[in-house]
Every structure is written in C-alpha cells, then in structure tokens.
C-alpha cells in the first residue's frame, strides 16, 4: 500500500521453476502487498510435467502462456515471459511486478523494472542464485508458502530455530544489531517497524518464517538479544514494540 492507494501488481510465473502447491500461500502473500491484477503462468503445456498445475490454474483465475520449446536447452519460457514483463511495464499500468521463479535468468528484468520505479517482489526455492534474490526489492521463499494455515502451530514448529541456533546466525545476529542500532533514538530504543524496514532495505530475503517464527517481534524476542519494551500509543489499548541492544549505554 502506498498513500492508501492498493498497488496494482503484474504476478508473472515461470511454471518450469515453481509448484502447484504454492499457489495459494503465494497470492495469500501477495494480497499483503497489492491486488495482483495481471496473473500469468508461462511454460510448455504439452508437456506431460506441467499436467499438475491445470485444476490450479482453473481454481486461481491464472492465464497460462504457451511457450514451446523450438531448442533443446534454450529456455524459451524464460524469453517469452521477460518480453511480456517489458511490454507490461511500458503500459504505465503497474505499480510492481512479482516474479515467481528460481532462476538467475530474471536477474537483469528485476534490476530494469527497479530502474523504472516499480517494486519488485521476488519468489522462489531457497537454492535460487543470490544475484536475483538481491535483484529484488523483497524476495520470499516459497517454502514458507506452503502452510496452508497460518494459525498450524504445528506446522510452524518444524522450521522454527531455538534460541541458541539463533545466536549462533551470525548473519542475522549482525543484521538485527545493525538494524537496531541504526533505527535508535539518543536513548539507544528503537521502534520495531522501523527495525523492520531498515531490514528490508539491507536484505531483500529476510523473513522471520525462514526462521519459523511469523513476526519479526516473535524472532527478535526468541534470541534474547535485545531489551523488549512495549509503550501505549495515545490512550487506547494499542500498544508499540521497542527495542534496545543491552550493549550499548
């Protein structure tokens, strides 16, 4: 959402690099960020490996693209669904696009569309390259998309990390700190959104669900890194999140 007006997102799929089983966690996700107002799935549908994804098409009201493949090794879905990415960005009609694959080919077409203006969201398998993961403004792996129920706690705990697993992360040790310290006021407390969108900003693949927790307050608290202070906002019950790095006086 931008200025309260609902961004209008181009989903483009590349059926030879995603699941049929992630289709209704992905336009779940995608429903945070805007209405997904053009929806393709490109691939070979004579195919026999693509047969699984026809009842999921029919169900999502998703428009499948034949592309045949006239090389042998050549990805002609690939090329088939950049041009259509490029001839939807010269429509002027789009606030973002979402590119549904793993594959390192769609790395230039995120950078072109961030070029023009337009956010990117990126989703694919965590084995996707880490140029086109950083390509996007945000990238989500589609692992997380695969519970069907957000309430499944369950489901949840099979990828959840212990607190010592946590602090043993270097790398999100150092991108919590980091956040935290620069989102700080003089006193060293900072608002867990602005945490959250300094986060964004440095790494486009972060999600507190690769981690198995649903919030970025759940994960924060789980490494007991940080002071946690909650604060009233005005005089109802609304309450804001805050944080400190103990370290720092």
């Known amino acids: 959402m931008t200025d309260g007006k609902t961004e209008k997102l181009a989903v483009l799929i590349d059926a030879d690099n995603a699941q049929p089983s992630i289709v ?15 929806k393709r799935i490109y691939g070979d549908w004579t195919a026999p490996g693509l047969k699984g994804w026809k009842e999921v098409l029919l169900r999502y009201s998703i ?19 950049i041009i259509d990415a490029m001839d939807l960005l010269y429509t002027g009609k789009f606030d973002g696009f979402c590119i549904v694959s793993s594959d390192s080919d769609f790395t230039k077409l995120a950078s072109r569309i961030r070029e023009a203006g337009l956010f990117v969201y990126g989703f694919g398998e965590k084995k996707t390259p880490e140029p086109f993961v950083s390509a996007c403004d945000k990238f989500i792996f589609t692992e997380v998309l695969r519970f069907k129920d957000d309430d499944d706690e369950d489901a949840e705990k099979i990828h959840r990390k212990t607190p010592s697993d946590l602090k043993r992360d270097t790398k999100l040790v150092s991108l919590l700190r980091n956040a935290v310290e620069a989102s700080s006021d003089d006193s060293g407390w900072a608002h867990l959104a602005a945490v959250g969108n300094n986060i964004a900003k440095q790494s486009p693949e972060f999600d507190p669900r690769n981690y198995g927790y649903k919030k970025l307050g759940g994960l924060v608290a789980a490494t007991k890194l940080f002071q946690i202070e909650e604060r009233a906002v005005g005089d109802g019950p609304s309450k804001s999140v805050y944080l400190k790095d103990p370290r720092k006086k």
């Open 63 to 81: 428009q499948p693209i034949q592309q045949f493949g006239y090389t042998t090794g050549k990805n002609a879905t690939d090329s088939a669904m």
């Open 24 to 38: 209704e966690g992905l336009l779940a996700e995608i429903a945070k960020y805007g209405t997904a107002n053009v």
